[in-house]
């Protein structure tokens, strides 16, 4: 605990001291989880890529930045300012300033982008900065058609909440676990109930885009409270890095739903149904978002389980929902005519080699192929469907679906949870993407629920 305690405290005077010139240039744009889908994370080992060619879509111009920082290479750098940028912070300045952030942090040794959003009609990149002493965020704002940069700034790494208030540490132990295989065996965590057992258990699910096993957005780490939080009452859990996390810079662009998703959540099944300290007999899938519609399926093909929990599971095809989280948000008319053409175009197969917010053609295809309600119907187990009333990204539209689906199938419970959004962290106000940047900590109401609906599998 006193190392602990020593390495944050020297964190933090570092930062305090780089108040000043952690930001660059004027950047309004709010950051927020990437809509569904998001392309796989390269994580990035800096390099010399000076000869590389012009980059040609927003992750590439974020690696050009980040890699003339490293190198020194200012010229390159305010090369990719807008004009009003440009003008504010020329190259003699912003030497200046990354020399008094390297003179605190040390060098910069790598980084990888661990965020992509569209907000204000700007691509944003976060990336996370490894320096010698202490890590950054990066929060990279790009113009999408021209590839500038209207502003750059830096930021300390959000801190984690404490603890959600239900949690009782004393309650579970967690131990470090692998699952899957190799090349891609992915770091996890068991969170398993203090006493003899077996007990039930659960593995969570992600949704769309690279997460780490907590799902952490911002400050706030979802799957770390539904975990520990679960494992505070008799639940063993099983969570763990996703693969577009972990292996990202691997993967490239011909990456499968199978292969971001549904084999490792499979794998995960397996290893906590194997897990002497589990009934085999009453594991759960609980899956969120992208992984909530695709938990009937990982159920099926992990089977036999005990049921499923699809927390805000979407119902409608996957360009649907980008169009209606664009309008709500009110992104720019001729930003949403050029992803509407893109649409229409992939509807009618003629999309070729093109993309489609950064993903191809077949992956949004693929995406649309699977059948959560079709797949929810052939399970034939318990299932409980949660959504929250404050969920902009999923509706009461994509619910219906489910209702309508499901409806005559027994044992299949929906819920929706007040106040609550996509995280389940309840809010005021009309919800949208900058609210994931404020530390919470998933409804109480949902953990209760969820410990029900599980426990209550032992008399079914």
């Not at 700007?122 to 996370?128: H, P």
């Not at 972990?246 to 739903?257: A, D, F, N, P």
Request: a neutral charge; aromatic letters at 6%; glycine letters at 8%.
């Amino acid at each position: 605990m006193r190392v602990a305690r020593s390495r944050a405290s020297r964190r933090d005077r570092i930062l305090g001291s780089l108040a000043g010139p952690l930001i660059l240039g004027a950047c309004g744009c709010a950051t927020s989880p990437p809509s569904p889908p998001a392309e796989p994370s390269p994580a990035h080992v800096a390099s010399d890529q000076s000869t590389q060619p012009p980059p040609k879509d927003s992750d590439a111009t974020a690696e050009l930045i980040l890699t003339a920082l490293k190198d020194r290479n200012f010229a390159a750098a305010t090369a990719k300012f807008d004009p009003t940028v440009k003008a504010a912070l020329p190259q003699e300045k912003l030497a200046a300033v990354w020399d008094s952030i390297i003179a605190k942090l040390g060098t910069l040794s790598s980084w990888r982008i661990v965020q992509r959003a569209h907000a204000d009609g700007k691509d944003i990149r976060v990336a996370l900065l490894k320096f010698e002493h202490v890590e950054l965020q990066a929060v990279i704002p790009i113009s999408p058609q021209t590839q500038e940069l209207p502003g750059l700034r830096f930021k300390p790494v959000p801190q984690p909440t404490t603890a959600a208030p239900y949690v009782n540490p004393s309650a579970f132990r967690a131990e470090d676990v692998s699952v899957g295989s190799e090349p891609f065996v992915l770091k996890g965590t068991l969170a398993v109930p203090m006493g003899n057992g077996p007990f039930p258990g659960a593995v969570l699910v992600h949704g769309s885009g690279p997460s780490d096993r907590d799902e952490s957005i911002g400050a706030n780490k979802p799957f770390k409270d539904l975990a520990e939080g679960l494992a505070s009452r008799g639940i063993a859990m099983l969570r763990y890095d996703k693969r577009t996390f972990q292996y990202g810079h691997q993967l490239g662009s011909s990456i499968s739903i199978d292969d971001e998703v549904v084999l490792d959540a499979v794998a995960a099944v397996n290893l906590l149904k194997a897990r002497p300290e589990v009934d085999p007999r009453r594991v759960f899938v609980i899956g969120h978002s992208l992984g909530a519609l695709l938990a009937p399926e990982i159920a099926v093909r992990a089977a036999p389980v005990a049921g499923a929990i699809l927390l805000a599971p979407p119902g409608r095809a996957p360009w649907e929902s980008v169009l209606a989280q664009m309008r709500y948000l009110e992104t720019p008319a001729d930003q949403l005519a050029e992803v509407e053409k893109a649409i229409d175009l992939l509807k009618a197969g003629k999309l070729g080699a093109g993309t489609l917010l950064g993903a191809p053609a077949f992956y949004w295809q693929d995406w649309a192929s699977r059948d959560g309600v079709s797949m929810a119907k052939k399970l034939r187990k318990p299932i409980l469907i949660l959504r929250g009333e404050r969920d902009y990204q999923v509706t009461d539209e994509d619910l219906a679906t489910w209702k309508k689906g499901l409806s005559g199938v027994a044992k299949v419970e929906v819920v929706t949870v007040p106040g609550s959004n996509h995280l389940f962290i309840k809010g005021t106000g009309k919800p949208g993407p900058a609210e994931y940047q404020v530390p919470g900590h998933v409804d109480e109401t949902v953990i209760e629920k969820l410990t029900s609906f599980v426990s209550g599998e032992k008399s079914r």
